[in-house]
């Protein structure tokens, strides 16, 4: 039986960050996962359309991927996904792996979860928030100040930010905040922590797989509407730790662990099965 390993991400146009994150976690897979193909897929359109036209780069559409594998003659796919929370882009994995699996294209589809997705779901399910923050803990302390940029959604899975914000605080990080770029906390709740808490230093951080656009120019940059920039006027010291979580090694292993997780059909998002697992999405 012909069996498949597609690991979808958002993408990224930067070529010096997605070796070190996207092409890493990738690489790992494939030493892991012999006995699987191991296939690359972007929900970002537009990034794919940028690699195809400045750099000559094709990269899969999940349904693109989906195709090749299906004419190739593949049975099984198992989808994991390398996105932080469970939002449009996760949706979008879900509902074109829905279309092939109703159609019968494959004799398996599964699909694993995005970082953050179980938090007090039940006793049996990992704790995906502490494991997260267990992963970057070599990267951040409990006596300097640290300010991470997510991207922020308008989808309610946005409320994973909150949840990962009160998870840390529990952890006795009170030091740390997040604010994303789009959807709440924004830079203007970030601005009401650093003046609420006196803050006149802070670190600033991505905490996105990749350190590409938002992170070097929307947070980064001198730019006058960067967060750095942004927060200097308000009599901050910023400085910046410009890498994705991504190039973490125990962050990459959260992404293993969850394509072990739908392989052996625990730990997904649809009830139980028999076993007492978590079913396929």
């Not at 599964?110 to 179980?118: C, D, H, I, Q, S």
């Not at 230093?201 to 980064?220: F, I, Q, R, S, W």
């Not at 973490?248 to 099965?273: A, M, S, W």
Request: with cysteine.
């Amino acid at each position: 039986m012909k069996k498949a390993i597609l690991v979808v991400s958002f993408g990224t146009t930067h070529e010096d960050t997605m070796n070190l994150t996207i092409g890493k976690i990738e690489n790992i897979i494939k030493e892991q996962f012999q006995d699987f193909e191991v296939r690359r897929a972007f929900t970002a359109h537009g990034v794919i359309n940028v690699l195809k036209k400045r750099d000559g780069i094709h990269v899969d559409t999940p349904e693109e991927a989906f195709e090749r594998l299906m004419k190739e003659g593949y049975e099984e796919v198992y989808v994991q996904p390398l996105h932080i929370i469970p939002g449009l882009e996760f949706d979008y994995i879900k509902l074109i792996a829905h279309k092939y699996d109703k159609r019968g294209n494959f004799k398996k589809i599964m699909v694993g979860r995005p970082a953050l997705y179980f938090k007090g779901f039940d006793e049996e399910a990992p704790d995906d928030y502490q494991i997260f923050i267990d992963a970057i803990e070599k990267t951040i302390n409990k006596k300097d100040n640290f300010i991470f940029m997510g991207h922020g959604t308008l989808h309610f899975a946005n409320a994973c930010y909150s949840c990962l914000q009160n998870v840390l605080e529990d952890n006795g990080y009170s030091n740390i905040f997040i604010g994303n770029v789009e959807g709440y906390p924004t830079i203007d709740d970030v601005i009401k922590w650093v003046n609420k808490n006196n803050i006149k230093e802070a670190t600033l951080m991505p905490l996105m797989l990749v350190a590409g656009d938002h992170a070097k120019n929307d947070m980064a940059s001198d730019e006058e509407d960067s967060w750095k920039s942004i927060l200097e006027r308000h009599g901050v010291k910023v400085n910046i730790y410009i890498h994705g979580l991504g190039e973490i090694e125990e962050f990459q292993e959260i992404y293993i662990n969850h394509l072990i997780d739908v392989i052996e059909e625990k730990y997904t998002d649809t009830g139980k099965n028999k076993k007492g697992r978590r079913k396929s999405l």
